[in-house]
C-alpha cells in the first residue's frame, strides 16, 4: 500500500499535501466550526443544568437525607467537554453521578441502595419521563428536551475498599470503584497543554456559590483545545461509521472512554516528546490518531488493557478480552477507516473536496458546514433528482427514508 | 430480434418519455436489448454513475409487472452492497398496481432509490453495515466468484455438528458421491457411516478433517475482513481461541491425503461461512491455497428448527412415542411426529404394503410388498436427521403382549382403528403402560370425519369402548363399503387428503400431550 517515495507516516504523507495546498486552516476553521455546532449549546447546558440541580433537590427530600448529603456532579463527555450530538433526532446523553453520603450510607446494600434510588426518582414523571434502570445508573428521559440523563447512584468509599473514591451498584459483583472526578481531571490536565505555535486562550470558570455542586463545566471551547477537538472528531467519526451497523456490531465499536484515554496519552507523549516540531493543529490530530494504537498494552496472558489512567487495575478494555478479540479487531478496522478517511479528505483542494469524503469523516453534519462555508445551496445529484421529478413520482421522505434492501427480499 | 412484452402500451410510454428526456439524460442501447430484456437505456454519467460505471435501467418484457431493472458493472459486485454477480443492483423497489396506469412514475421510484443508493454508498459506514447484515449472501457471491485451481475443484461442506458442544470443534471429513461434497460430522460414528445412514454414497476413502469454530457475534464480516489467505485465516482463528497458530498447528498436525477434504467453518448465529484448503504448491515454504466454499448444516437442530427455539426440540427429542398401526393414518402421523422431533419412535403393524394403498400411503410403489413398519422407519429415518425408529412388524395385540413392565413411553399413539386395539388399551393402560397418556385416532368410513381421543393422567378410556355409540357422527346404509373377493377385504374410498387432515389433527394432539398441554375444554370432554 506505501510506495517506497511516500513518506511512510500518515501524518508525513499529508502534511506534505497539505502543505502544497495551504488548505490547512480552512481545514482548521471547518473542523472547529462544525464539530461547535455538533455540542449542546450553551441554552441546553444551562437547562441541563437547571434541571440536575434541581433533582438533587428532591432526592435529598425524598431519600429524607440532609441537603449537604447529595452532591451532583456530572461525568462523562460533559464534563471533559467533549458531547457531540448523536445522529440523527437522537439526544445528547448527559451522565451524572448523585453522591450520596452520611449515616445511611455507611453499610449499604448495593441492590437496596439501588431500588431506593430508582423510587426517589419517581414523582416527577411529567418532566423527567418514568425512570429504567440500567446496570449501573437510571435513565430518566427528560420528554421534550434534547437531552436525557444517565444518573448513577455512588457511595462515597473512604477505605477505598473497592480502589477508589467511589463505588456503585454493579449487577454482576454488587459493587463496583469509580471516580469520574480523577479520571475527568486527569483528561482536562493535559487538555489543557499547549503546543508553543497556539495562542493560549484564557478562560473563565463559574464560580457557584453552592459548592456542592459542580457547575456543568462551561469554559469555552477554543481552537486551540486540539485534544478535545479530536477526541470529539474521532467520536463523531466513530458515531457515524457504526450509524447504519446492527446491534452486535455497534456493540463492539471502540467505547468512547478508550479513545479519550488513548488520545490523551497520545497526545501528552506529543507534547513531551515533539511540541518544537509541530507545526499546525492539524498536524498533531493526525499525530495523535496515529499514535493513539500505541498505548493499547498487552500483558504477559494476551490480554488487551487500556487501564483507567487514575484507577489501573480497572481495564476499560475488558470485554475486549472475553470476546474472541471481535473488540480489538473492530477497533483497528474503526482506526485504519479513520486514517483512511482523514487521508482521503485533507489531500483534497479544500474547495473542490467532494462530499462523500467530507461524509466519510463527518456525517451529514459535516457536508452541510461545508456547503455553508462554500454558500453552496444544492444537495445530491441535481440531473438525478429532476429526472425523478420529472417521472411525477413522489420522491421519498429522506427522513423516512428505506435504505436500499430493507425490508425487501433483494438478495434473498 | 424486437423482444415482445407482455404489456408493450406501458413500455411504449416508458420509451417515449426516454425519448422526450433527451440523450444528454439517457440512451437507448438496442443492442443490449433481447432475450427477456424488451428496453434498456444507459443514463448518462452526469445523472448517475457508481464508480464510473454507467447505470442502465431495463424493462424485462413483463415490466410493470416485476419493476425496472438496474443494472452496473458487474466488477462491482462485492465492491457495493446490493450488486449482484452480472451486474443487477437489487433497489428493493416492489411493483404496485397503480404501475400499470403510470409506468413511467414506476420508472421514476426505482431511480428515486437509485438517488438514494448512491448518495449511501458514499458512507463506508452504510456500506459495512449491509454487507454485514446479509452476509451469508454475500458470502455466496464470494464463493461463486472464487476459482479453484486447474487441478482441484470446489468441494461444498455439508455440516453434521452439535452447534451446543464446545466452540471449536476438530472433525472428520469424507468426500461424497462424485466429489463435489464433503461431509464434516461431529457425531460419535465415522463420517463413512453418518453418510451411509443418510443414504448418501461415499467417494473416495480419504478422510479429511473440518476445524468448526465459533465466530464472535459481534465480528464482522464483509467483503474488507474476508481472510484471503492461509495467514489471515490463522491470524483470525488464533485471535478468537487466543491460541496462536490455531490453524497452521492443525493443519500440521497431521499429514492430510492427497485429495482429502480438508476444511475450516466457521459459525456465527445461524450463518456458516466455510473455505477449504488446497495443498500448497510448494509444502513447507508456501502456505495452502484458501478456496471460500458454501457450508450447508444437515445438523438435527438445523434440519428441524433452524436453530429456533432449540429448547423446544431439545425435550421433544427426549420423547419416547409408540405408534400402533403404521397404515394411511399412522405412516403420516408418524413423519409428522419425527418432523416435529419427536426423538424416538416405536412403529407397530404386521403388514405389508400393498400397491392399491399408494393412493393414501407415506409409501408408494418402490415398497409394494414390503413390510410396512420396518419401510416407514427406514424412510423417516434416512430424511429426518437424528429420528431413532424401531420397527415391530407385529400385531399391536401381540406387541402388547410381549411388552416388558419396565419399558417407559411418554406417549402411546393408537392410529390402527381397530376396536380390539382399542379395549386392549383401556384395560392395560395402567398396569402395562404404566399410565402412558394415550392418544386413540380413528376415521369413519370415507374419512367422512376423523377422532382424536386423549385419554391421560386420571382419564379412563370406557371398557365398552363407546367410539361408535357416543363418538362417531354419521350414519352410514349398507352397502357404503365396496365389496372386493376377499375375507374383509372391503375398502372405503378415500385419498391422501382426507388421511392427511386427519393425521394433522392426531399429529398436534399427540404433540400437544408431549408439550404437557393436553387439557380441552370441558365441552370436548366425553360425557362418562
Known amino acids: ?412 | 430480434m424486437p423482444v415482445q412484452s407482455l404489456f408493450p402500451a406501458a413500455v411504449d410510454e416508458v420509451t417515449a418519455w426516454f425519448a422526450a428526456q433527451g440523450t444528454s439524460v439517457a440512451t437507448r442501447v438496442p443492442e443490449r436489448e433481447g432475450g427477456d430484456r424488451c428496453r434498456v437505456w444507459r443514463l448518462e454519467p452526469g445523472v448517475a454513475s457508481l464508480a464510473d460505471s454507467c447505470v442502465s435501467v431495463v424493462l424485462n418484457a413483463d415490466f410493470p409487472a416485476t419493476a425496472a431493472r438496474l443494472e452496473v458493472s458487474k466488477k462491482l459486485c462485492l465492491r457495493f452492497p446490493h450488486v449482484e454477480a452480472d451486474g443487477h443492483l437489487c433497489h428493493g423497489v416492489q411493483p404496485a398496481p397503480e404501475d400499470f396506469d403510470a409506468p413511467v412514475e414506476a420508472v421514476g421510484r426505482v431511480l428515486d432509490r437509485l438517488d438514494e443508493f448512491l448518495v449511501l454508498c458514499q458512507n463506508l459506514g452504510w456500506m459495512e453495515a449491509e454487507f454485514h447484515r446479509e452476509r451469508r449472501d454475500y458470502w455466496s457471491r464470494h464463493v461463486a466468484l472464487g476459482k479453484a485451481s486447474r487441478r482441484r475443484h470446489r468441494v461444498d461442506l455439508l455440516l453434521d455438528i452439535d452447534v451446543n458442544a464446545r466452540p471449536e470443534q476438530e472433525l472428520d471429513a469424507v468426500l461424497l458421491g462424485q466429489g463435489f461434497k464433503a461431509l464434516a460430522t461431529s457425531a460419535a460414528a465415522e463420517p463413512e457411516k453418518v453418510a451411509a445412514h443418510r443414504g448418501w454414497t461415499v467417494g473416495t476413502l480419504v478422510r479429511g478433517g473440518c476445524l468448526v469454530v465459533r465466530l464472535p457475534d459481534a465480528e464482522r464480516w464483509t467483503p474488507s475482513t474476508w481472510p484471503r489467505t492461509f495467514c489471515e485465516l490463522d491470524e483470525l482463528l488464533s485471535g478468537i481461541t487466543s491460541v496462536q497458530g490455531r490453524l497452521s498447528n492443525w493443519y500440521g498436525s497431521r499429514r492430510w491425503p492427497n485429495k482429502a477434504p480438508v476444511m475450516v467453518a466457521l459459525l456465527q448465529g445461524t450463518a456458516v461461512f466455510g473455505f477449504q484448503l488446497l495443498p500448497a504448491s510448494l509444502p513447507k515454504l508456501t502456505s495452502p491455497t484458501l478456496l471460500p466454499i458454501e457450508v450447508s448444516r444437515v445438523d438435527r437442530q438445523w434440519c428441524l428448527s433452524r436453530d429456533h427455539r432449540a429448547d423446544a426440540l431439545m425435550t421433544l427429542s427426549s420423547k419416547r412415542v409408540v405408534v400402533l398401526g403404521c397404515g394411511s393414518l399412522g405412516s403420516q402421523v408418524i413423519q409428522l411426529l419425527a418432523r416435529a422431533g419427536v426423538g424416538s419412535l416405536e412403529v407397530v403393524d404386521p403388514q405389508t404394503f400393498e400397491t392399491e394403498n399408494v393412493s393414501r400411503h407415506l409409501l408408494g410403489l418402490t415398497s409394494a410388498g414390503a413390510g410396512k413398519a420396518a419401510t416407514v422407519c427406514a424412510r423417516v429415518e434416512r430424511d429426518v436427521p437424528g429420528a431413532k425408529l424401531t420397527p415391530a412388524g407385529v400385531s399391536a395385540a401381540h406387541w402388547l403382549a410381549k411388552l416388558r413392565r419396565d419399558e417407559k413411553f411418554d406417549l402411546v399413539v393408537d392410529c390402527t382403528g381397530e376396536r380390539s386395539v382399542r379395549l386392549a388399551l383401556s384395560r392395560v393402560r395402567a398396569t402395562l403402560l404404566n399410565d402412558a397418556p394415550v392418544v386413540m385416532a380413528w376415521m369413519e368410513p370415507g374419512c367422512s370425519a376423523a377422532h382424536v381421543v386423549v385419554v391421560n393422567g386420571l382419564d379412563v378410556w370406557p371398557s365398552c369402548d363407546p367410539a361408535e355409540t357416543s363418538v362417531n357422527v354419521a350414519v352410514w346404509p349398507d352397502g357404503v363399503e365396496v365389496e372386493v373377493a376377499g375375507c374383509g377385504a372391503g375398502f372405503h374410498p378415500y385419498g391422501m387428503a382426507d388421511a392427511s387432515r386427519a393425521a394433522g389433527l392426531a399429529s398436534e394432539r399427540a404433540l400437544a400431550v408431549l408439550a404437557g398441554n393436553s387439557d380441552l375444554a370441558p365441552g370436548n370432554r366425553l360425557p362418562c
Open chain 1, 1 to 412: 500500500m506505501i510506495s517506497g517515495q511516500q513518506p511512510n507516516k500518515l501524518s508525513e504523507r499529508l502534511l506534505k499535501s497539505l502543505g502544497l495546498t495551504r488548505d490547512g486552516a480552512r481545514w482548521e476553521q471547518l473542523i472547529v466550526s462544525l464539530l461547535k455546532r455538533l455540542e449542546l449549546d450553551s441554552a441546553a447546558r444551562a437547562d441541563a443544568e437547571r434541571e440536575y440541580l434541581r433533582l438533587a433537590d428532591d432526592l435529598a427530600t425524598k431519600l429524607d437525607l440532609p441537603r449537604h448529603d447529595v452532591d451532583v456532579f456530572p461525568q462523562g463527555s460533559m464534563r471533559t467537554q467533549t458531547t457531540i450530538r448523536p445522529r440523527g433526532t437522537a439526544n445528547f446523553d448527559i451522565d451524572i453521578v448523585v453522591q450520596l453520603s452520611g449515616p445511611k450510607y455507611q453499610h449499604p446494600d448495593a441492590e437496596k441502595m439501588f431500588e431506593e434510588f430508582g423510587r426517589a426518582l419517581e414523582g416527577r414523571e411529567h418532566v423527567t419521563g418514568r425512570p429504567t434502570p440500567r446496570r449501573r445508573c437510571w435513565t430518566l428521559q427528560y420528554p421534550g428536551k434534547p437531552f436525557y440523563f444517565d444518573v448513577t447512584p455512588a457511595i462515597q468509599d473512604n477505605l477505598r475498599a473497592y480502589g477508589a473514591a467511589l463505588r456503585v451498584r454493579d449487577p454482576d459483583t454488587q459493587w463496583s470503584p469509580s471516580n469520574p472526578k480523577e479520571f475527568a481531571d486527569w483528561f482536562c490536565e493535559r487538555a489543557e497543554l499547549r503546543f508553543p505555535f497556539i495562542q493560549t486562550v484564557a478562560f473563565s470558570s463559574v464560580v457557584e456559590a453552592r459548592k456542592s455542586i459542580d457547575p456543568l463545566p462551561a469554559e469555552p471551547v477554543g481552537i486551540d483545545d486540539i485534544l478535545r477537538r479530536t477526541v470529539q472528531l474521532m467520536k463523531l467519526h466513530r458515531d457515524n461509521f457504526y450509524h447504519y451497523a446492527d446491534e452486535r456490531l455497534k456493540e463492539a465499536a471502540p467505547i468512547s472512554v478508550i479513545l479519550v484515554t488513548l488520545a490523551t496519552h497520545a497526545y501528552e507523549n506529543l507534547h513531551r516528546t515533539r511540541r518544537a516540531s509541530m507545526g499546525t493543529a492539524i498536524e498533531v490530530v493526525l499525530a495523535i490518531v496515529e499514535e493513539m494504537p500505541k498505548y493499547i498494552r498487552q500483558d504477559a496472558a494476551g490480554q488487551s488493557w487500556v487501564p483507567n489512567p487514575e484507577l489501573p487495575t480497572e481495564n476499560f478494555a475488558d470485554r475486549w478480552n472475553s470476546d474472541g478479540g471481535a473488540r480489538a479487531r473492530e477497533f483497528k478496522r474503526w482506526h485504519s477507516q479513520l486514517e483512511v478517511h482523514l487521508e482521503a479528505l485533507l489531500t483534497d483542494e479544500y474547495s473542490s473536496s467532494t462530499e462523500d469524503k467530507l461524509r466519510g469523516v463527518f456525517g451529514q453534519a459535516g457536508v452541510d458546514a461545508w456547503r455553508d462555508s462554500l454558500q453552496i445551496a444544492d444537495s445530491g445529484n441535481p440531473l438525478l433528482k429532476s429526472l425523478v421529478v420529472a417521472t411525477g413520482a413522489q420522491p421519498r421522505n429522506p427522513l423516512m427514508a428505506t435504505p436500499v434492501g430493507r425490508k425487501t427480499n433483494t438478495l434473498a
